[in-house]
Each structure stands twice: as structure tokens, then as C-alpha cells.
């Protein structure tokens, strides 16, 4: 099965733009890359997910360069708010979704 | 929400007894998953289901069997309780755009269970 590997954590300041990237082992050929954030006591919360090439939503930005062998999560002018822990899904085998071990990204004033 | 419960919410139970969780759905999907989480660390997927009774074993199975009867529901069952198995456990179904082809899944609001 694949592994991904991200940042353990990470800092930032409110209104900068923050990337996490996360590296993804023996991905296949056929495998979404998807990202997901997590507030403390809940759930997590899908954000992006993409195949190729680069991908935007309201929340984000999704960049994955041509070999898929990693991805970068893009968060425009971050607040308070997003202060949490994000995941890149890992271990991919279509049925079988395995979290990474998360980044945890603190917003500061 | 994507119409995903789980019951009890919070559960303080023995070393020892048998401990049986519910994840139910109201959105028809396909995929269910279990997975637990511990303090300070990321989400571990016990076991997940692709249908009904079609099941499989996740990163951490030992100590937990699963059952699917029907559609909506997904119950999670630890058979004979240990310490170890005090965690938040989050149900998840599966769907979006695209559906059984997405990755991307909701979650229920977890259940708390501590076993003394």
C-alpha cells in the first residue's frame, strides 16, 4: 500500500498563503489525491481532491505536478479559523482510504 | 450534513465487555467506514465496508469485527473490551461528485468510549 509523508506541523500568520505538501509513495496510476482538515472534536472535513495538474475550490488550491508523486495544498491568505490539522490521504488502494499522519498548521495574529 | 449518526456519543464501559457502536446513514451510499482516533494522532481505519455484508480489514482489525445487514447501518462491535481501546471512533460514508469513484467521504460527529 502507498504511504504519504507532510510536515508534522507547521506556523503562519493570519492574511499569508500557506502550503503543505505531502509526498505520496507508490501511488497508482487511477488514484484521486484528496485532502482533508480537522478541528478538534470533530470529524474531518473533505476540502479538495484532484487527479492532475491543479485544482481549485472556494477553500483551496490542489497543485500536482506530472509524476503524482507528491501534491501541494494551497490555503490563500489564511485566518484563525483555519488553524487545524489538515490530511493528505494516503495509502491509496481505491477501497481501502488510509489517512497520513497530518499536518498541524497554527494561524497566528 | 451528509445525514450520518453515530450511537452512543459517548460510552464509559469495562475492561472485559462487549461493547457493539452504530453508524447509521441516510444518503444510500455504498461505502462505510470505521476508523479511530487517539489522542494527538491521526485516524487509524479499523474496518470498512463496500456493500452489504462485504467487508474488510483495515490498519488496526484485531479486536473489532464489523457487520453490515443493511444498507444504512454499520455497527462496529469490540468483542471483549481493553484499555487499549479507548478512543473517539468516526464513522464515515463515502460519496461526492463523481460518488464510488470519489474519495471523498463525510464523517459522523464520533463516539467517545473509554474502557476502564
Known amino acids: 500500500l502507498a504511504k504519504t509523508t507532510q510536515p508534522i506541523s507547521m506556523d503562519s500568520y493570519e492574511g499569508q498563503e500557506v502550503n503543505i505538501t505531502c509526498s505520496h509513495n507508490?501511488?497508482?496510476?487511477?488514484?484521486?489525491i484528496t485532502w482533508y482538515q480537522q478541528f478538534p472534536s470533530q470529524g474531518p472535513r473533505f476540502i479538495i481532491q484532484?487527479?492532475?495538474t491543479k485544482v481549485t475550490n472556494e477553500v483551496a488550491s490542489l497543485f500536482i505536478p506530472a509524476d503524482r508523486k507528491s501534491s501541494t495544498l494551497s490555503l490563500p491568505r489564511v485566518s484563525l479559523s483555519d488553524t487545524a490539522v489538515y490530511y493528505c490521504?494516503?495509502?491509496?488502494?481505491?477501497?481501502?482510504?488510509?489517512f497520513g499522519t497530518g499536518t498541524r498548521l497554527q494561524v497566528f495574529p | 450534513d451528509a445525514g450520518i449518526t453515530q450511537s452512543p456519543r459517548h460510552k464509559v464501559t469495562e475492561t472485559g465487555t462487549p461493547v457493539t457502536l452504530r453508524c447509521h446513514q441516510t444518503e444510500n451510499h455504498r461505502y462505510m467506514y470505521w476508523y479511530r482516533q487517539d489522542p494527538g494522532h491521526g485516524l487509524r481505519l479499523i474496518h470498512y465496508s463496500y456493500g452489504v455484508k462485504d467487508t474488510d480489514k483495515g490498519e488496526v482489525s484485531d479486536g473489532y469485527s464489523v457487520s453490515r445487514s443493511k444498507t444504512e447501518d454499520f455497527l462496529l462491535t469490540l468483542e471483549s473490551a481493553t484499555s487499549s481501546q479507548t478512543s473517539v471512533y468516526f464513522c464515515?460514508?463515502?460519496?461526492?461528485?463523481?460518488?464510488?469513484?470519489?474519495?471523498?467521504?463525510?464523517f459522523g460527529p464520533g463516539t467517545r468510549l473509554t474502557v476502564t
Open positions: 464515515a460514508i463515502r460519496g461526492g461528485a463523481g460518488s464510488e469513484l470519489s474519495y471523498e467521504q463525510y
Open positions: 484532484g487527479y492532475k
Open positions: 490521504l494516503g495509502s491509496y488502494n481505491t477501497d481501502k482510504l488510509i
Open positions: 507508490n501511488i497508482a496510476t487511477n488514484d484521486y
